[in-house]
């Protein structure tokens, strides 16, 4: 989700060659750089996705959307964790993990991010201090687990995560 210009998901294409990687982004000209380094990359396994995570995780694949069809998603500095829950939550099957990476460790925003989990079907699994490369500190994966049916009403439409997050007090 939030693919950016393509990292991590090109990285797990590349990696992962047997897996099929969705590149979520809602910039049009994101999608079209990421197209570009798949097709210079020449991996088959990896497409971008040009749409608002709010609206992909709203449609079932039977109606060409993402509800229900990963195994795994990631997300990096894309917000808050309840924020990327509630994204993540409707797009998982049953038993996928939602991994974020993240940066120092927040107890109030863990907090935050377990009541919305809570609201969503997911359940924290393990957080993970990760050392991506020397000099680096204080950067944590997340690992959030599908344990329930995420409720209808998610995601939310667009902006509303934004504007209202689960786990806030109102």
Same mark, same amino acid.
């Given at each position: 989700?939030?693919?950016?210009?393509?990292?991590?998901?090109?990285?797990?294409?590349?990696?992962? &060659? !047997?897996?099929? $990687?969705?590149? $979520?982004? !809602?910039?049009? +000209?994101?999608?079209?750089? $990421?197209? =570009?380094? $798949?097709? *210079? *990359?020449?991996? !088959? %396994?990896? =497409?971008?996705?040009?749409?608002?995570?709010?609206?992909?995780?709203?449609?079932?694949?039977?109606?060409?959307?993402?509800?229900?069809?990963?195994?795994?998603?990631?997300? +990096?500095?894309?917000?808050?964790? !309840?924020?990327?829950?509630?994204?993540?939550? &409707?797009?998982?099957?049953?038993?996928?993990v939602v991994v974020a990476w993240k940066g120092v460790r927040d107890s109030?925003?863990?907090?935050?991010?377990?009541?919305?989990? %809570?609201?969503?079907?997911?359940?924290?699994?393990?957080? +993970? &201090?990760?050392?991506?490369?020397?000099?680096?500190?204080? =950067?944590?994966?997340?690992?959030?687990?599908?344990?329930?049916?995420? &409720?209808?009403?998610?995601?939310?439409r667009p902006g509303m995560a934004r504007k209202r997050p689960l786990g806030?007090?109102?």
């Open positions: 989700m939030g693919a950016g210009v393509g990292f991590p998901g090109l990285a797990l294409a590349i990696a992962l &060659p !047997s897996a099929r $990687i969705d590149l $979520i982004e !809602s910039a049009r +000209r994101k999608g079209a750089v $990421i197209n =570009r380094l $798949i097709q *210079a *990359a020449r991996l !088959s %396994n990896a =497409r971008a996705v040009v749409a608002r995570v709010e609206e992909w995780g709203t449609a079932p694949a039977a109606l060409g959307g993402g509800r229900g069809v990963y195994d795994a998603v990631t997300a +990096r500095a894309l917000g808050e964790l !309840s924020l990327v829950a509630e994204y993540a939550a &409707p797009l998982l099957r049953d038993e996928g109030e925003e863990e907090a935050r991010a377990k009541t919305a989990a %809570n609201c969503l079907g997911l359940r924290q699994d393990d957080i +993970r &201090p990760v050392v991506p490369f020397e000099g680096a500190r204080n =950067r944590h994966l997340y690992v959030l687990r599908k344990v329930a049916p995420t &409720p209808a009403g998610f995601p939310r806030r007090a109102s």
